[in-house]
């Protein structure tokens, strides 16, 4: 089986790479990723020297490129985690996230057609469903995304199912919770958090920080996509959860107390225009069809990514490149905070 995997050197691809290479050892895999300021080479320290893996920097939403990596590679299926990912840089700036998440897709889909794929996988978010107060989602739930990475996600599971029905491609999607985890850029509300506190540094919470988030381990993302890939029925969508739904402030203090360190470190800043109150799923179909269920307990995955946290110091520093750097000075700047 070749396996083209897109969006590899992030968070959740570079896991899922090591997790699907240990599973399926005989798998030839091509890992094709643009290697924006969220990919990171070192994310697969290990992995780059095994023979039956191969990594090419490209922009999925290049069709001279991909077209050229399909008809090199002629892999039997796609698993597309290539995106722009962070809500926050979403508001402020949407046009990357319209061309990779979209158009990027709609370059992927029309090759997994041209090529005669069997099987395109596609990495959702619950985030397409946008917010709500009481009860959970199911995959039938309509799609009701408020920040433009939410849309431009909403907008690929379309097109991924147009091309199910128009064509028949055979495709699936996963539409997953809040990740955490090793190797999670330290934008996101985890790592950000973890750092700054070991750093002694402010920790920004938005609104009132009771928003609510449903935190599913990476590793059990991991074993779900890989279950959805081998089992899932062709043109089904899944939801994946962790059963862990909490608030922002409990998330931080929760932390901070781990860590022995004073809760005056956070500070309340303007909401996030659009921000979801709380996403919430159902997990039963995944549960019944396929019989997965999410087995991290949050404080034992928590450890273990404060942990990891604290023992890549250097992968931290090599994260802040002069882009990050740029952003957030912006950022932080506008919600009144000084440096991070
Ligand atoms: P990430 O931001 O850590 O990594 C994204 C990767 O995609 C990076 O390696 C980047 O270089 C690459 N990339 C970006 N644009 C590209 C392009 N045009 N061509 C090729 N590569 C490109 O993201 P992540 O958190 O690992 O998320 C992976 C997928 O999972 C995304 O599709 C995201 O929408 C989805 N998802 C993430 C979460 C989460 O909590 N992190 C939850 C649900 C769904
Ligand atoms: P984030 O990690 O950006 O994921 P998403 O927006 O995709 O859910 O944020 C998780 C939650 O934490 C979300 O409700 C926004 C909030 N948040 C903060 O309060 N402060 C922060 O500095 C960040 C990055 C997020």
């Known amino acids: 089986m070749k396996v083209l995997i897109t969006g590899g ?21 091509l890992n094709v990723d643009k290697l924006t300021y969220a990919g990171n080479l070192e994310n697969l320290k290990g992995i780059e020297r095994k023979r039956n893996y191969r990594f090419i920097k490209a922009d999925i939403s290049n069709t001279k490129v991909m077209k050229n990596c399909f ?7 796609v698993i597309n985690f290539a995106a722009e990912t962070h809500v926050d840089r979403s508001i402020v700036g949407p046009s990357p996230f319209i061309k990779t998440n979209f158009l990027g897709v709609g370059v992927l889909l029309n090759l997994a057609l041209r090529f005669q794929i069997k099987k395109f996988l596609q990495i959702s978010t619950d985030e397409v469903y946008g917010s709500i107060l009481r009860g959970s989602f199911t995959e039938h739930s309509p799609l009701n995304p408020s920040s433009p990475y939410a849309a431009s996600k909403a907008a690929a599971d379309a097109l991924v199912m147009a091309y199910y029905r128009t064509h028949g491609l055979p495709v699936l999607i996963t539409r997953s919770s809040n990740n955490y985890g090793p190797y999670q850029f330290p934008e996101k509300l985890i790592p950000l958090t973890i750092i700054n506190a070991l750093n002694n540094k402010k920790i920004p919470l938005y609104g009132d920080g009771k928003n609510v988030r449903d935190w599913l381990s990476v590793e059990d993302n991991c074993e779900a996509i890989d279950i959805v890939f081998q089992k899932g029925s062709i043109g089904e969508t899944y939801n994946v959860g962790g059963e862990n739904e909490l608030t922002n402030i ?56 404060i942990d990891w946290y604290r023992k890549h110091q250097k992968w931290l520093r090599n994260c802040q490149t002069g882009e990050y750097r740029t952003f957030y000075r912006k950022h932080y700047s506008k919600l009144g905070l000084q440096e991070f």
């Open 250 to 305: 409990y998330i931080v203090r929760k932390i901070l107390k781990i860590l022995n360190k004073s809760e005056s470190l956070i500070t309340f800043v303007k909401d996030r225009p659009g921000h979801d109150r709380r996403y919430s799923l159902s997990l039963s179909k995944i549960r019944r069809q396929l019989d997965w269920h999410p087995t991290t307990s949050f404080r034992k995955g928590m450890d273990k990514t």
């Open 71 to 77: 008809e090199k590679f002629r892999p039997d299926a």
């Open 9 to 29: 050197c992030g968070f959740i691809g570079s896991n899922f790479i090591r997790y699907f290479n240990t599973k399926h050892p005989y798998y030839k895999i």
